[in-house]
Structures are given as C-alpha cells and as structure tokens.
T-cell receptor, first 116, second 111 residues
C-alpha cells in the first residue's frame, strides 16, 4: 500500500521558472492538502480539496495553483518561482470529516524545492 | 506569532529520562493532533484528541487535552533514541479538517 506519494523528491528552480509538484494517494481519500514547511517552522496550508473538482485556498495560497480532476491526484503548480518559495512541500490526504469526528491526515515524504 | 505555540522549541534528554512537550492555543480547539517527523522525512500520525480532558496512550507516549480544549501535552516515558525527531501539534478550529500547526519541538535523545 503506497499511501501518499510525491514527486520529485528534490528540485532546484531558477527564478521565474514554472513547475508542477505531483501528489497521488491510493487510499480513496476525499480530502487532500498541500502544506509548506519553512526551516525551523511548522507547516502552513497552501490549498486543500474536499473532493474531485473542488479546491479552496488555505493560509498561504499566493504564487500557487491547484487542480483536482480525480480523487487520487492533487498537483500543485508554481507559475513564476520566487526565492520565497524555497521550502519543503508536503502533500497529505484524509478520509474527511464525519459525525464521529475528524480523521487523521496521512502525509507524503515531501518535495524539497530550492529557488535561486 | 503562531496561533499554536509549542514549547520547548528543542529538547535534549538522556536516554531513559522522561520528557514533556506542550502545545497551547488562545482559542478553543475542535481537534488536536500530534505528529512526529523524522529529520528530512514526512509526518507520522501519533494521536488525535477531541474531547476536553481526553487522554490517550500508545506504547510510551501519552497525550492529554485539557478541559478547556486549549492546551495539550505530549509525554514520553523512559525515552529511547528512536524517540528522536521533531514533534508537531496540529489543530482544527472548526469542522473541515484544515490544520494549523505549531512550530515543532526538536527532540534529541542522548545514549
């Protein structure tokens, strides 16, 4: 069972370049998330999705775009890379929310991005 | 300032000693999650607390949520080198499962 997979693991971008970070989950989870983690800091939510075709902004969405065409995939797009986007990016998924409460999020291994 | 404050920021303990990490919010939490992150890796789910006064344990790790649902602690008994890593608390303030994370606590266990 692969869980949440992310590609690539590492990437170096020049300022102004674009790239897509890939995220796939095989647990049939409805909810998916993108976080960034800056050095010595906690995670901040960039975008999230509650199901295919539905996305919404998190805490720090500027400079990013997402799409959710399938339940499994939730790619994150950087259009014009800036040094401020140097970070480690984590994708996560969860079953969602229910009357019984919340569900834990499962995290991918992360993508380490450097913009120079 | 972060909405979730974790303390201490870092901790060095001798193997076999106990340690406690705290996570505090100024607002009532809908749910509180504890994760562990090994250096350079993703997050591993430890425990989730939802009810005021709730306490959960798994092996040598115990997590508690206070009655007001604004403060949580994570306690490790008789620490081992395998407990080293970064511990993060994450919190829900409303239904929707959107987590806000604390800054993390780096734990190093000296053999």
């Amino acid at each position: 069972n692969a869980g949440v997979t992310q590609t690539p693991k590492f990437r170096i971008l020049k300022i102004g370049q674009s790239m897509t970070l890939q995220c796939t989950q095989d647990m049939n989870h409805n909810y998916m998330y993108w976080y960034r983690q800056d050095p010595g800091m906690g995670l901040k939510l960039i975008y999230y999705s509650v199901g295919a075709g539905i996305t919404d902004k998190g805490e720090v969405p500027n400079g990013y775009n997402v799409s959710r065409s399938t339940t499994e995939d939730f790619p994150l797009r950087l259009e014009l890379a800036a040094p401020s986007q140097t970070s480690v990016y984590f994708c996560a998924s969860s079953y969602g929310t229910g009357l019984a409460g919340q569900y834990e999020q499962y995290f991918g291994p992360g993508t380490r991005l450097t913009v120079t | 300032s972060q909405e979730l404050e974790q303390s201490p920021q870092s901790l060095i303990v001798q193997e076999g000693k106990n340690l406690t990490i705290n996570c505090t919010s100024s607002k009532t939490l809908y749910g509180l999650y504890w994760y562990k992150q090994k250096y350079g890796e993703g997050l591993i789910f430890l425990m989730m607390l939802q009810k005021g006064g709730e306490e959960k344990s798994h092996e040598k790790i115990t997590a508690k949520l206070d009655e007001k649902k604004q403060q949580s602690s994570l306690h490790i008994t008789a620490s081992q080198p395998s407990h080293a890593g970064i511990y993060l608390c994450g919190a829900d303030r409303a239904a929707g499962n959107k987590l806000t994370f604390g800054g993390g606590t780096r734990v190093l266990v000296k053999p």
